[in-house]
């Protein structure tokens, strides 16, 4: 967790100037929240990374 303290800051202060849609939250509390909600699918999750271009591996 605490390599996404920065990004975290980044987020939070987009989120903070950004006209429409003002949310307070952090990344890493909307992935958490995400994750534990039962319409995603933990083992589909890698795949879509992979699709959107975020990992490589």
């Given at each position: 967790m605490?390599?996404?303290a920065e990004y975290d800051k980044?987020?939070?202060t987009y989120y903070g100037v950004?006209?429409?849609n003002?949310?307070?939250d952090s990344f890493?509390?909307?992935i958490a929240s995400n994750l534990s909600n039962t319409r995603?699918?933990?083992?589909?999750?890698?795949d879509i990374i992979h699709k959107?271009?975020?990992?490589a591996l």
């Open positions: 605490a390599d996404f980044i987020v939070q950004r006209d429409s003002q949310r307070i890493t509390t909307q995603y699918k933990r083992g589909d999750i890698l959107q271009g975020f990992c």
